[in-house]
């Protein structure tokens, strides 16, 4: 059975960083890209990033870029997103999902990580 | 590519068919997908435009589509299907979804 389970949420300042995480199982952690969505409280769905098998591809959410850092370790089957510079419209609960790199989708999804960004 | 759903909000009763729409802001072939999100829980996915269907969904739920129209229909609406749903465009990097639609009583 596939399993994403995110951690690492919760409150920080304005300013500061986070360090989410997603530990995968049920599935060949290292065949797979890997993507970043999160979703703001009573919003839609947000991409943030992407990353390729071995590490060496990634795209992001243009608006995104330079703050957060998508990453992998294929020995430990962990994803992470390193999150800098914090503001307020950063908070969301952040979900880590399995991408089918054939067809674009995203097939399987953690329950979620909830950071909130707040004085 | 922007992704337009519609309508964001349906009112509609057991058994009723329910379509949804998404529009592409450019063709983005058979590049979508479709997610159900319950309040609460994460997204799951239900099917590509391609018709690759996720293990377990019913078959009630159909997909169609190419280019820059899509349809999401449910042919006779059940309880457990009231839910927010999403389309989301495969194409090209940044992943873009739609504003989603609520399926409400």
New interface residues.
Partial sequence: EVQLVESGGGLVQPGGSLRLSCAASGFTFSSYWM?W?RQAPGK????VA?IRQGGSEK????SLKGRFTISRDNAKNSLYLQMNSLRAEDTAVY?CARYSES??????????TLVSVSS | IQMTQSPSSVSASVGDRVTITCRASQGIVSYLAWYQQKPGKAPKFLMSAASSFQSGVPSRFSGSGYGTDFTLTISSLQPEDFATYYCQQANSFPLTFGGGTRVEI
Avoid at chain 1, 44 to 47: D, F
């Fill in positions: 993507s969505v839609g769905l947000e991409w992407n795209y992001y959410l243009d979900y067809s674009g989708y995203l097939d399987y999804w953690g329950q979620g």
